[in-house]
């Protein structure tokens, strides 16, 4: 089979497969599209597919073929976390600061707190580390997966519920976000390397002034512009990052960060993440199946996998309830929100995959936080529906 064959024949199954799985189960609410690319992705990896047809897993994924699914996932990924950078109101939570910064806060604190306590517990064997990691690095790593939410993803299941532009529906979108911008400072903290700390002064200072620039230059070009400049300005900063010993996708993140979301408009911002969702982030989802192995951890990985799920749902939900307290939530709020605020995927398996390229978990670790991920994202809708019902229930 030549390689042009082969790379069509992957990217016919990439496209065609998972969609038809997810219109045959009836396109159900709690799930998503993109957690049936994802789990399609892991099951055409190694440790599925490639173990039940290990002769016809390797013809179709060559080397050749492994590297152009890699550059399009690599693009794929960078500008979906560039638009989730664009997609942070921080001027929003500003003006709400003390309930944005309260629930925020919790929402982050707690959930990390368990999951670096859990990795504690269930991956001392150094399976599950990586080589060269500091274990400071490895637990805060796992911690913060842990704590983060899918901003996108999230965003769908608002819209899905009808809340997306209601008082609640924005109120969730800060603290996600505020959660998010946090999550990704710390993990450039702990890619912090002794020895590229020179390199990292300069890109964050280099990073500083351009930023200054870049947004004088945005707010004087004309909307037409505006987009082959973004272009330009996310893969300037991602070369600066990776060239600073950050990883790419962190350069990607912070580029949108700092541009105003009003420069492009909430419509066109909304449009570039469903293309990106439809067009480009399935080969990512495959490489990031590809990338999934069982075969060092074995069942240990689906036990370290459930113990993470259970951090993630004790963590996000404690850490809301006590925000409610504090700040005297109408009844029902909490366990909406905490329940909403559960969306891993996407940006969790990004940060994991961050994460492993740099060397802080393992493969066996990926897989484990990459299976929590999807179940934690499986939860959210069913439950949020379930909260929905009761505060109407409540209120009727």
Not at 57 to 73: M, N
Request: a neutral charge.
């Amino acid at each position: 089979m030549s390689e042009p064959t082969a790379f069509l024949l992957a990217m016919l199954a990439i496209y065609t497969l998972p969609w038809l799985l997810w219109r045959a189960a009836g396109q159900r609410s709690w799930l998503p599209l993109v957690v049936v690319q994802i789990v399609g992705g892991v099951l055409a990896g190694p440790a599925v597919l490639g173990a039940v047809f290990p002769d016809a897993h390797g013809a179709l994924f060559t080397p050749g073929v492994l590297g152009a699914l890699g550059g399009i996932a690599s693009w794929a990924v960078m500008l979906f976390v560039f638009v989730a950078g664009l997609e942070l109101d921080l001027p929003d939570a500003w003006a709400n600061r003390r309930d944005t910064a309260t629930t925020a806060g919790l929402a982050l604190i707690v959930p990390l707190l368990i999951g670096a306590a859990t990795a504690a517990l269930v991956m001392r064997d150094s399976v599950w580390m990586g080589v060269g990691a500091a274990r400071w690095q490895f637990l805060l790593g796992v911690g913060l997966a842990c704590a983060v939410t899918a901003l996108p993803i999230l965003l769908l299941f608002l819209e899905r519920l009808g809340i997306l532009r209601s008082p609640l529906g924005q109120r969730i979108l800060r603290y996600a976000s505020l959660d998010d911008l946090i999550v990704w400072a710390l993990l450039a903290v702990i890619l912090v390397d002794a020895e590229m700390l020179g390199r990292q002064a300069e890109f964050a200072t280099l990073f500083a002034l351009a930023t200054i620039a870049a947004r004088r230059l945005f707010a004087r070009a004309n909307e037409r512009d505006r987009i082959p400049l973004a272009l330009m300005w996310l893969l300037v900063v991602a070369l600066g990052a990776d060239w600073a010993g950050l990883h790419y996708m962190v350069g990607a993140f912070l580029a949108g960060s700092v541009l105003d979301s009003d420069w492009f408009g909430i419509p066109v911002i909304d449009e570039w993440r469903d293309r990106i969702l439809t067009l480009l982030m399935p080969v990512f989802f495959l490489s990031t199946g590809l990338r999934t192995r069982w075969e060092m951890g074995g069942m240990d990985v689906i036990g370290v996998a459930l113990a993470l799920l259970a951090a993630i749902v004790v963590g996000k939900r404690f850490g809301v309830l006590l925000a409610a307290r504090i700040l005297g939530w109408a009844k029902g709020e909490a366990r909406l929100i905490g329940w909403l605020l559960q969306t891993k995927a996407l940006i969790m398996i990004i940060f994991a995959n961050i994460m492993l390229d740099r060397g802080v978990i393992s493969p066996t670790a990926f897989t484990a936080l990459l299976l929590a991920a999807v179940l934690s994202t499986m939860l959210a809708m069913p439950m949020a529906q379930r909260a929905i019902a009761a505060r109407d229930a409540d209120k009727g």
